[in-house]
Nanobody
Framework: QVQLAESGGGLVQPGGSLKLSCQLSGGNFNNFAMGWFRQGPGKEREFVAAISARSLNKVYVDSVKGRFTISRDNAKNTMYMQMNSLKPEDTALYYC???????????????????WGQGTQVTVSS
């Protein structure tokens, strides 16, 4: 059974940095695109970033471009997201997910992701 576990969240001041990790167990990691999503207080879950299976393609929501970097280590079944220059509006529960897309493909759509973690809380506040 595929399981995803996020870690690395926390409380950080505006302008600070965090690095999130997402480890997959019980299934295949290397062949599938992965993604990060977030859900802020009173908001719907939204796409943040995605990475294709061999890291050839990466895509970001406009609001995090230039600040967040998605990456993966297929040898460790782990995906990462380095978050710099954090803003209060980045406060959210961050989820990682495995899509059904392989090869160089990826998706921004929640419906294209089959497996989800429980989330890790990121709070940006002074």
């Amino acid at each position: 059974q595929v399981q995803l576990a996020e870690s690395g969240g926390g409380l950080v001041q505006p302008g600070g940095s965090l690095k999130l990790s997402c480890q997959l167990s019980g299934g295949n990691f290397n062949n599938f695109a992965m993604g990060w999503f977030r859900q802020g207080p009173g908001k719907e879950r939204e796409f943040v970033a995605a990475i294709s299976a061999r890291s050839l393609n990466k895509v970001y929501v406009d609001s995090v471009k230039g600040r967040f970097t998605i990456s993966r280590d297929n040898a460790k079944n782990t995906m990462y997201m380095q978050m710099n220059s954090l803003k209060p509006e980045d406060t959210a529960l961050y989820y990682c997910a495995r899509s059904r897309y392989t090869g160089t493909e990826y998706s921004r759509e929640i419906s294209n992701y089959d497996y989800w973690g429980q989330g890790t809380q990121v709070t940006v506040s002074s």
